[in-house]
């Protein structure tokens, strides 16, 4: 395997932490939150989507890609992310696109340095590192928020 296809199997497995709730996760769950934390299960998605989408543009230089990442710009939940279906259709075009970038890196590409405001320099590789944990932390507060949390 290349290191792309070994990065992207691990993200993949990494991610259906997340993208197996999405099989389960009803419209009033998406209202659902565990105090004190203010952020419910439906901004979870819609983050975990903005954030996808902000690393294939910054990170992997996808500059097609237009994203107004709402979650990552207000910092907290406006309380307007309950419809699913649109919530579901985001997170898979997300995943699409970054995912589609990723596979035309080149194992070279993994080395280069990039730098961002968020975390700053860091090599593709680390960086990708980053969403994997990203996902991965998100969809852990999901399922605690699903299982525990009340509209």
């Given amino acids: 395997m290349t290191k792309t296809e070994t990065l992207l199997t691990l993200w993949e497995e990494a991610r259906s932490r997340f993208s197996n709730q999405l099989l389960v996760i009803q419209r009033d769950d998406l209202q659902k939150k565990l105090a004190p934390s203010v952020n419910s299960i439906g901004f979870l998605i819609r983050h975990i989507g903005d954030v996808e989408l902000l690393f294939a543009k910054n990170v992997f230089g996808a500059t097609y890609v237009k994203v107004t990442a709402k979650t990552v710009i207000d910092k907290y939940d406006s309380g307007e992310w309950t419809n699913l279906q649109e919530l579901q259709d985001y997170v898979k ?59």
């Avoid at 090599?123 to 509209?151: D, L, P």
């Fill in 93 to 151: 075009y997300s995943f699409e696109t970054l995912k589609n970038i990723v596979e035309k890196q080149t194992d070279e590409d993994w080395n280069t340095e990039i730098s961002t405001k968020e975390f700053g320099t860091k090599t593709k590789a680390e960086a990708f590192g980053r969403i994997v944990s990203h996902t991965a932390y998100h969809a852990g507060q999901m399922s605690i928020i699903n299982k525990y949390g009340t509209i």
